[in-house]
């Protein structure tokens, strides 16, 4: 993937929200469901939105995977990342970006997961005004 391609980032974004919600809907025993790889795609699609964002703002994205790193970022072109809201999501989404990991020692459940997968959503949407691309999922409050 391009790493100057805002579009390639918002795809792959939209592909991370898409495999969480698909993997919590799959029917599955809940018992079976993997919270953490949902959780985990939760936190990239975000952090893909925000370097999105990013991008488009004429900088270029390093390395980094904290979402209120990349937030504060973004603030310094539009003051709503700045928004109780916004930080709200990221904070959330923030503890879980080294889910992957099989040390990660927070254990979680449906509702960590149901919660990641709205707050991801409400960024995508968030993030895709701000780049004219419309809302995906629904309308923010």
Request: proline fraction near 3%; glycine fraction near 2%; aromatic fraction near 10%.
């Given at each position: 993937?391009?790493?100057?391609?805002?579009?390639?980032w918002?795809?792959?974004?939209?592909?991370?929200?898409?495999?969480?919600?698909?993997?919590m809907?799959?029917?599955?025993?809940p018992?079976?469901?993997?919270?953490?790889?949902?959780l985990?795609?939760?936190h990239?699609c975000?952090?893909?939105?925000?370097?999105?964002?990013?991008l488009?703002?004429?900088?270029?994205i390093?390395p980094?995977h904290?979402?209120n790193t990349?937030?504060?970022?973004?603030?310094?072109y539009?003051k709503?990342?700045d928004?109780?809201r916004?930080?709200?999501?990221?904070?959330?989404?923030?503890?879980?970006w080294?889910i992957?990991?099989?040390?990660f020692t927070?254990?979680?459940d449906?509702?960590?997961?149901k919660?990641g997968?709205?707050?991801?959503?409400?960024?995508?949407?968030?993030?895709?005004e701000?780049l004219?691309?419309?809302k995906?999922?629904?309308k923010?409050?």
């Open positions: 993937m391009p790493h100057n391609d805002v579009t390639s918002v795809r792959y974004a939209k592909n991370d929200i898409d495999v969480a919600i698909r993997e809907d799959n029917g599955n025993n018992r079976l469901r993997p919270y953490e790889i949902i985990h795609h939760c990239q975000v952090e893909k939105m925000l370097k999105a964002y990013i488009n703002s004429g900088e270029i390093s980094i904290v979402l990349l937030r504060r970022t973004c603030a310094k539009d709503d990342f928004s109780k916004v930080k709200d999501y990221c904070a959330y989404l923030d503890v879980f080294n992957k990991y099989p040390d927070v254990s979680v449906a509702s960590h997961a919660r997968i709205n707050s991801a959503k409400r960024m995508y949407d968030f993030i895709s701000r004219e691309l419309g995906a999922f629904f923010l409050c």
